[in-house]
Antibody
Framework: EELLLESGGGVVQPGGSLRLSCAASGFTFNVFAMSWVRQAPGKALEWVSTISASDGRTYFADSVKGRFTISRDDSKNTVYLQMSSLRAEDTAVYYC??????????????WGQGTQVTVSS | DIQMTQSPSSLAASVGDRVTITCRPSQNINNYLSWYQQKPGTAPKLLIYAASTLQSGVSSRFSGSGSGTNFTLTIAGLQPDDSAIYHCLQTFSIPYYTFGQGTKVEI
């Protein structure tokens, strides 16, 4: 069974930093791109960032560009999201997702259970 | 950026009903669309990809159709367990993905 387990969420003050981790199991981690998706309370899902499998290229939503970084350690089957200069609007549940990129059949599956990030003073 | 307009934002229906949710991207995305179901307090779950391909293990009461700029998710024979929020996702502009606003289905 393919599983993703996020950790690292918590409460942080505005301007602070936090690192999320996502441990993967049940599939060949190093051949899949991985993404982070967030959901603010009562809001729509928002794609945050993706890291490719082959060359480690990274991509970010405009809302987090320059503040967040994404990385992966294939030896640990883990993807990370380093968040800095955090703002109240970054408060959300953050999900780790496996990207299966196959042309029009590209999809996000599975999803982790999510980790809550709260930015508040 | 591709914007995704999903409608309705919410609907109420009865057991056994057939419901349809629509997703309209701001530009042609061929069939690069997937649908997800999210029950309260849980992560989204993949239902359909490539606009109409049912994910393994998902009930055949769920079906997807459409291409270009008009897509639909249909739930036939609505069951109490189908109460959830349904999201569409465009994967045409890889990796700059965008979701619809979600549709809450109440039974």
């Amino acid at each position: 069974e393919e599983l993703l387990l996020e950790s690292g969420g918590g409460v942080v003050q505005p301007g602070g930093s936090l690192r999320l981790s996502c441990a993967a199991s049940g599939f060949t981690f190093n051949v899949f791109a991985m993404s982070w998706v967030r959901q603010a309370p009562g809001k729509a899902l928002e794609w945050v960032s993706t890291i490719s499998a082959s060359d480690g290229r990274t991509y970010f939503a405009d809302s987090v560009k320059g503040r967040f970084t994404i990385s992966r350690d294939d030896s640990k089957n883990t993807v990370y999201l380093q968040m800095s200069s955090l703002r109240a609007e970054d408060t959300a549940v953050y999900y780790c997702v496996k990207n299966r990129i196959v042309g029009s059949a590209t999809r996000f599956d599975p999803w982790g259970q999510g980790t809550q990030v709260t930015v508040s003073s | 950026d591709i914007q995704m307009t999903q409608s309705p934002s919410s609907l109420a229906a009865s057991v056994g009903d057939r419901v349809t949710i629509t997703c309209r991207p701001s530009q042609n995305i061929n069939n690069y669309l997937s649908w997800y179901q999210q029950k309260p307090g849980t992560a989204p779950k993949l239902l359909i990809y490539a606009a109409s391909t049912l994910q393994s293990g998902v009930s055949s009461r769920f079906s997807g159709s459409g291409s270009g700029t008009n897509f639909t998710l249909t739930i036939a024979g609505l069951q109490p367990d189908d109460s959830a929020i349904y999201h569409c996702l465009q994967t045409f502009s890889i990796p700059y993905y965008t979701f619809g606003q979600g549709t809450k289905v109440e039974i």
